[in-house]
């Protein structure tokens, strides 16, 4: 009886609740704050086994999940946002229809400055259910009284990829409990999984640099684009330049729009006053920075990847000894924690995304190029890439060594691969020419 009314209870709210201002395919361009649901190749479970052979070792690198936004984010929106809200009724000349006024009309901040930073619930549950998943592809992996050897786990110090990381931990260790500790890092030297933000040279000649991106600035069309844009907004909201700041309220009410989905995918009513060219508009302004910065661009956004690099080689080769040797005191997998910046920046080590023409003077006047370097799906929320190790029967026609790849759960080629099933040995020549034209993170950041 007790279970029918919970089952009950937790169908109505989802039903009365339902309420599509826009198309959830709006959520799809987000850039770094799309949500990872929509991207991520949830179902494939297939590709993490090959029937003649068997799996060895398993190295994971995963952006934290979903957050709130920081605390003069909240303060801000919840700040502004009840103001706009009351002009736009007030005036009533927006494109909202009466139930949807009634909506706005109801609507409050949901989040409190004190929850700066923090994952929210539908974050936490998205990477909780990734290490479950992890676990279902990978339960012959790790099947044994030494784990606390054979398992790494380590985050940077902060408090939304710690919390990532337990929460990974918890569903990976579902069925399983253990204690697993989670290894954090002093990030005033964490070159291994921090190294952008220690990096001077990476700093000074392109993050703070203002010529270095300078596809962002030379381009006015993009400016005019974005200017029909926020004319459009502002039609949308029927409130014009009189009554409010236009450029803030164009600010605040998309990253309002963004971050109701991110909390529980609610579709906000201030998604409502954006259509899907602006949407496409921003990403693709997002895209281009992002290219500079952690592309092809610069040598650097690639060298400073170089400890990082070395300790995937490392492992891999680690896994392999494991195997060979029959020593369960080696490590078989290990997981890191961190942010955007490590992993785009390391996802262009390896080729993914690589866009070298894409972002040209030809198409650059042109958002809607077919671009492979697109934020949206190489880093949403809780992005990640898994090296998993197989060794192969002897008398297959297989490689010995086999390596796949999976980004967001998807099955890659990489560069140093010459397919998708990827022999490790040419893998590890070109890991090998890779950390040869770098000593260290540390030295390559040297100005
Ligand atoms: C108002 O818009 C919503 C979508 O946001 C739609 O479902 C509803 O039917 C509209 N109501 C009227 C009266 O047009
Ligand atoms: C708002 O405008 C609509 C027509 O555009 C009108 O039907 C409605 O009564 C107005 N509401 C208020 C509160 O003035
Ligand atoms: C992590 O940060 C906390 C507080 O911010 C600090 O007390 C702790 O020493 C740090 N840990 C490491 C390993 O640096």
């Known amino acids: 009886m007790i279970k029918i009314f919970i089952v009950i209870f937790l169908l109505l709210p989802i039903s009365i609740e339902e309420n599509a201002f826009v198309d959830e395919s709006f959520f799809k361009y987000m850039t770094s704050k799309t949500d990872y649901n929509l991207i991520a190749n949830k179902k494939n479970f297939q590709d993490y086994s090959i029937s003649e052979c068997k799996t060895i070792g398993f190295w994971h690198l995963i952006r934290y999940s979903a957050n709130y936004p920081n605390f003069e984010e909240i303060s801000e929106m919840n700040e502004f946002l009840p103001k706009l809200r009351d002009t736009i009724i007030l005036l009533n000349q927006s494109i909202l229809n009466e139930s949807e006024l009634k909506f706005l009309?109801?609507?409050?901040?949901?989040?409190?400055?004190?929850?700066?930073?923090?994952?929210?619930?539908?974050?936490?549950?998205?990477?909780?259910?990734?290490?479950?998943?992890?676990?279902?592809?990978?339960?012959?992996?790790?099947?044994?009284?030494?784990?606390?050897?054979?398992?790494?786990?380590?985050?940077?110090?902060?408090?939304?990829?710690?919390?990532?990381?337990?929460?990974?931990?918890?569903?990976?260790?579902?069925?399983?409990?253990?204690?697993?500790?989670?290894?954090?890092?002093?990030?005033?030297?964490?070159?291994?999984?921090?190294?952008?933000?220690?990096?001077?040279?990476?700093?000074?000649?392109?993050?703070?640099?203002?010529?270095?991106?300078?596809?962002?600035?030379?381009?006015?069309?993009?400016?005019?684009?974005?200017?029909?844009?926020?004319?459009?907004?502002?039609?949308?909201?029927?409130?014009?330049?009189?009554?409010?700041?236009?450029?803030?309220?164009?600010?605040?009410?998309?990253?309002?729009c963004q971050y109701e989905y991110l909390i529980d995918k609610t579709i906000s009513i201030w998604c409502k006053f954006f259509d899907l060219e602006t949407i496409k508009l921003l990403e693709y302004k997002d895209d281009l920075k992002n290219n500079c910065k952690y592309g092809y661009k610069y040598e650097i956004s690639r060298l400073m990847t170089c400890d990082l690099v070395k300790n995937l080689l490392e492992s891999l080769k680690t896994f392999k000894?494991?195997?060979?040797?029959?020593?369960?005191?080696?490590?078989?997998?290990?997981?890191?924690?961190?942010?955007?910046?490590?992993?785009?920046?390391?996802?262009?080590?390896?080729?993914?995304?690589?866009?070298?023409?894409?972002?040209?003077?030809?198409?650059i006047l042109s958002e809607n190029i077919n671009r492979e370097f697109k934020t949206s799906s190489i880093n949403p929320t809780s992005s990640n890439i898994g090296f998993l190790l197989f060794k192969c029967d002897e008398n297959s026609k297989k490689p010995n060594y086999l390596l796949r790849v999976f980004h967001n759960e998807r099955l890659v080629k990489i560069d140093g691969c010459q397919s998708t099933d990827c022999n490790l040995n040419e893998f590890l020549n070109y890991l090998t020419f890779f950390t040869s034209t770098c000593k260290s993170t540390k030295e390559s950041c040297k100005i």
């Not at 992996?141 to 919390?163: A, C």
């Open 105 to 256: 009309n109801k609507w409050t901040p949901r989040v409190s400055p004190e929850m700066e930073n923090l994952l929210t619930d539908y974050g936490s549950e998205t990477i909780k259910s990734l290490g479950l998943r992890t676990w279902v592809r990978l339960k012959y992996l790790i099947f044994n009284t030494r784990i606390s050897k054979q398992v790494k786990i380590r985050s940077t110090n902060f408090t939304r990829t710690i919390e990532s990381a337990q929460k990974y931990v918890e569903g990976f260790f579902h069925f399983w409990p253990l204690k697993i500790n989670i290894e954090s890092s002093d990030i005033e030297n964490d070159y291994l999984i921090k190294y952008p933000d220690l990096c001077e040279k990476y700093l000074t000649y392109i993050n703070s640099n203002q010529n270095a991106c300078s596809e962002l600035l030379y381009f006015d069309f993009m400016s005019s684009k974005l200017r029909n844009s926020k004319r459009r907004f502002q039609d949308r909201l029927g409130v014009n330049s009189f009554y409010t700041n236009i450029n803030i309220a164009f600010e605040m009410a998309f990253k309002m």
């Open 321 to 363: 000894r494991s195997y060979e040797t029959n020593d369960d005191t080696l490590n078989k997998f290990t997981a890191y924690f961190t942010h955007s910046s490590t992993l785009m920046s390391f996802l262009s080590s390896m080729g993914i995304g690589k866009s070298e023409d894409n972002f040209d003077y030809e198409n």
